[in-house]
C-alpha cells in the first residue's frame, strides 16, 4: 500500500487559506483532519465549512463519478490520497483547486498502529523471486543488489547498526539467505541481476505525527 504522512496543519491550513473560498470537502480518512483543522479555525475565529467524504478507490476515476454532484457546493477540494489520487482528483475537477493533505513517501505495510514501514522503491525491475520475497533495494541498507557485502555482524545484523548507534538494522543479504535456504532455493542466490542506479537506500520507517512521542520514546528504551 502506497503510505503518505500528513503535511503540518499549518502547511495545510496555509494553501486552503490562500484559497478565496469558505467551503471545503475533504477526502479520505478524514476525521482527524477535519476536526483538527475545525478547531484551529474555531479557535481563529474563522467561518470555513468542511465536509467529508470517503470513496473506494481516488486512483480509478469510476469512483470519482459518485463526487460529481456533491463537489459542486464547494469552492477547494483537500485530498488524503498519495500524489497520483490527487493528481487524479484534480483532473476529474478541472474547475476546482485540490490540495494534497499529505506528502507521499513509501509503498510500504502497515508494522503497528501509526508505524508504516516501506518495502517497495517502485523500481519498476523487480527481483523479489529470486531473493526469497525481501526487497534488496530498501531493506539493505547500503542498496547491495547482487549480495552481501562481508558486513555482517553477529546475529545477522548490518554492520550500520553499530555505525549509528542502533541494534535493530538487519543485513538484507543475510536474511535473503536464511530464506531461500528454507525454500530450498539457494541457488536462486547466484542469479547475477543487472546492476542498477539506486538513490535514497536506506529503507524508511514513518511515524505518523500523533504517535512520534511514543515511537521515540521506545526506540530509546530499546538502545
Not at 503535511?7 to 473560498?21: H, R, T
Not at 483547486?97 to 508494522?111: M, Y
Not at 542469479?191 to 511515524?207: A, E, G, K, L
Request: overall charge positive; glycine content about 8%; proline content about 4%.
Amino acid at each position: 500500500m502506497v503510505k503518505g504522512k500528513r503535511k503540518p496543519l499549518e502547511e495545510i491550513k496555509s494553501s486552503i487559506d490562500a484559497f478565496v473560498g469558505s467551503e471545503m470537502c475533504i477526502r479520505d480518512r478524514t476525521n482527524t483532519l477535519k476536526a483538527d483543522l475545525t478547531l484551529l479555525y474555531k479557535q481563529e475565529k474563522a467561518r470555513k465549512g468542511l465536509k467529508t467524504f470517503t470513496i473506494e478507490r481516488q486512483c480509478n476515476m469510476q469512483f470519482l463519478v459518485e463526487l460529481d454532484e456533491i463537489v459542486k457546493e464547494y469552492d477547494c477540494l483537500l485530498s488524503m490520497a498519495c500524489g497520483a489520487g490527487v493528481q487524479h482528483l484534480a483532473e476529474r475537477f478541472t474547475q476546482k483547486p485540490v490540495f494534497p493533505a499529505i506528502n507521499t513517501v513509501a509503498i510500504g505495510v502497515d508494522r503497528e498502529i501509526g508505524i508504516y514501514e516501506e518495502n517497495c522503491r517502485a523500481c519498476g525491475e523487480c527481483v523479489l523471486a529470486y531473493t526469497g520475497g525481501i526487497c534488496p533495494a530498501t531493506r539493505c541498507a547500503k542498496g547491495l543488489f547482487n549480495g552481501p557485502c562481508g558486513g555482517t555482524i553477529k546475529g545477522g545484523l548490518c554492520e550500520v547498526s553499530v555505525c549509528k548507534g542502533w541494534n535493530d538494522i538487519p543485513c538484507a543479504w543475510h536474511d535473503i539467505y536464511e530464506r531461500l535456504k528454507e525454500q530450498n532455493r539457494l541457488d536462486y542466490i547466484l542469479n547475477i541481476q543487472t546492476p542498477m542506479q539506486w538513490q535514497n537506500q536506506v529503507q524508511r520507517t514513518i511515524v505518523q505525527e500523533p504517535y512520534e512521542s511514543r515511537y521515540i520514546q521506545k526506540r530509546h528504551s530499546a538502545s
